[in-house]
């Protein structure tokens, strides 16, 4: 339920907060064409590129390769939002914090704290539970801890959509880190199935975080009630913990296994997320601007903003204010008796 102030000064900042930014919608729908073209350009045009390769230099392009994704959508993003005010470096820098805080705090927790290799894959529950309460849980938390105390209170963040931007800046940035640790653990990567692997890693990583970007939107510029952030943080953990459930339990009953079916499954989750999200925003969008017109024709600034002026139906007056001054008929004009009025 939204809650607005009434007030002609209040009208411009909630036209600014619900602001729809085209440029975001098409900056997402180029990206998700750009990393499908990303993985046809390895896996048909140039399927040897890297064989040629090994050790520090199949690394190198693999790191090289893991940064692609991000790339993409932030090249997107500045092009087609550059018409629009968003502080570009302010959406880079949370990508980088993302990356930092991910590099730093990832591995430590997931294997220091949790040990999640040496449990998680023992059974279907342990694998689906253990990815939603802890590494999804762990995962999302991260993005919202980068979104929440680098930008959430900064006076550039005055739009509900700002929420999805940052907190899918965050979210690449994480899928980047994975994607690194992915190229290393491995010695360098087949850049045809690897180049699947990172862009499914970035596909589910922007989407769930864009999920709680809307959250974070929402109670940035709303009165919510107090569970409705956490809930939308635990949808996402949840989301993002079923996905990689379902990806990962397929895999394994796969013979042999087939990357393209990932990034079908990746692509479909994505877009229909993302769909909702838009349509989530928009949607709160409208209600705003249609409580804010509203707010402003019923508000008077000559009188008590909560008196609310009602018209008598029956004579068509205010009550408590005088008459018109208007003369009646029959007031000033007298009848002659012939049918004509003699004014006097």
């Known amino acids: 339920m939204q809650t607005l102030q009434a ?9 600014r907060v619900a602001h729809n930014r085209t ?8 990206e998700l064409f750009g990393l499908l073209l990303f993985v046809a350009i390895f896996n048909f045009l140039l399927p040897n590129l890297g064989d040629n390769l090994a050790g520090v230099g199949l690394i190198l392009l693999g790191l090289i390769f893991s940064l692609v994704p991000a790339a993409l959508w932030l090249i997107f993003f500045y092009r087609m939002d550059r018409l629009e005010s968003e502080p570009k470096r302010m959406v880079f820098n949370v990508f980088l914090i993302a990356l930092l805080v991910a590099g730093a705090l990832h591995g430590p927790i997931r294997q220091g704290v949790f040990g999640v290799d040496r449990w998680l894959y023992s059974s279907w529950w342990a694998h689906l539970f253990g990815g939603i309460l802890v590494v999804g ?19 550039e963040f005055d739009e509900r959509v700002d929420g999805v931007i940052y907190a899918v800046a965050a979210g690449l940035g994480l899928a ?41 939107g929402q109670s940035r510029f709303e009165k919510v009630p107090f569970y409705y952030l956490p809930m ?8 993002h913990g079923l996905f990689f459930f379902l990806l990962e339990r397929s895999a394994g009953n796969s013979l042999p296994y087939n990357p393209w079916g990932d990034l079908i499954f990746a692509a479909i989750v994505a877009s229909v997320t993302l769909a909702v999200v838009f349509w989530l925003v928009a949607r709160a969008n409208e209600e705003t601007l249609r409580l804010a017109h509203m707010s402003a024709q019923a508000y008077t600034p000559d009188t008590d903003p909560s008196a609310a002026q009602t018209v008598d139906p029956n004579t068509g007056i205010v009550p408590g204010t005088a008459p018109s001054s208007q003369p009646a008929a029959g007031a000033d004009d007298q009848d002659n008796g012939t049918g004509e009025e003699v004014t006097q």
Not at 202 to 212: C, R
Not at 232 to 239: E, H, P, S
């Open 23 to 30: 440029g975001l919608w098409a900056s997402i729908a180029f």
């Open 176 to 216: 980047t880190v994975l994607n690194f640790s992915y190229v290393l653990a491995h010695g360098g990567v087949d850049l045809d199935i690897g180049s699947i692997r990172m862009v499914v890693n970035a596909l589910a990583y922007a989407s769930f975080a864009g999920i709680l970007g809307y959250f974070i």
């Open 137 to 155: 849980v762990v995962e999302q938390l991260m993005i919202y801890g980068t979104v929440r105390f680098s930008v959430f209170d900064h006076p």
């Open 7 to 15: 007030g002609d000064d209040d009208l411009g900042r909630l036209e």
């Open 232 to 239: 939308g943080f635990t949808l996402a953990a949840a989301l």
